[in-house]
């Protein structure tokens, strides 16, 4: 199987279509016959960063590569950064305001569910700058 590319724009605030890039890739990763779980592992991973992206990094792009032994999700955000990301990795801990919390969203539970579901995460993030999170799954 050769490599397969996809790219996605993730509009910041834009809860209509929040999700449609992982959801995209889900549909690929079943119609070249992955596993159920394997899918799963990869399809909350990246829905965890998208909405991230979406939340706190006011948009970005989600780049896909699949190859035939994994999947490398890498979503690029232009927001404020993490300034700790070991306190950001802890279940529960959040910065997402109130009006997305009561959406449904900001439960603090984005980057570790990423952690769960990835056979490997990267975080790069600057203060000021953004945050690029890489997600590796393997088949």
Known sequence: MSTIKLKYEIPAND?????????NVKNKLTQIGVSADIIKKAAIS??????NAVIHGNG??????????????KIVDSGPGIPDVEQAMQEGYSTAPDKIREMGFGAGMG????KKYADKLEIYTEVGKGTTIIITVNF
Do not use: R
């Open 15 to 23: 809860f209509i279509i929040a999700g449609e890039a992982s959801s």
């Open 46 to 51: 990246m829905y965890e960063a998208e909405i």
């Open 60 to 73: 970005g792009y989600a780049y896909v590569e699949i190859f035939s032994d994994k999947v490398v999700i």
């Open 111 to 114: 980057l570790p569910n990423m």
